[in-house]
């Protein structure tokens, strides 16, 4: 099983499927990274030799921003629109959603589940 980048890689699955494990690498980014170090994408991941993974993790630690650092300058990037009050980051704060879905329906993963109804009767005690 090859570990890139902190992140095992499932050992049955083609290479340019196997790095779209790692957070911030998507199957474009993928092939692109395949086409430069000249590996075929349908290669298994176990079929890879060392010296394969060693170009892999050269290329993702130097071109690419990946797991905790692109985690982390998402989350700069978002307590800093909160930190000058911008809409996106009023909406942020709120719990809201951001890009200008409608709230009266739906938004139910941002909003949260269905709050229980104000002033429903209750059954009578006997």
């Not at 298994?44 to 797991?67: A, F, G, S, T, V």
């Not at 993963?109 to 429903?120: E, M, N």
Request: glycine letters at 8%.
């Amino acid at each position: 099983m090859a570990r890139i980048a902190g992140v095992d890689l499932p050992k049955n699955k083609r290479i340019e499927i196997g790095l779209t494990y790692i957070y911030g690498i998507g199957k474009s980014q993928s092939k692109l990274i395949l086409n430069k170090i000249n590996i075929n994408p349908n290669i298994l991941i176990k079929d890879l030799n060392d010296q394969q993974i060693i170009l892999i993790r050269n290329i993702l630690n130097n071109e690419y921003q990946i797991e905790g650092d692109l985690k982390r300058l998402e989350a700069l990037n978002i307590k800093r629109l909160m930190d000058i009050s911008s809409y996106k980051g009023r909406r942020h704060r709120s719990g809201l959603p951001i890009r200008g879905q409608r709230t009266r329906t739906n938004a139910r993963t941002r909003r949260g589940t269905k709050k229980t109804i104000a002033g429903k009767k209750k059954a009578p005690r006997k």
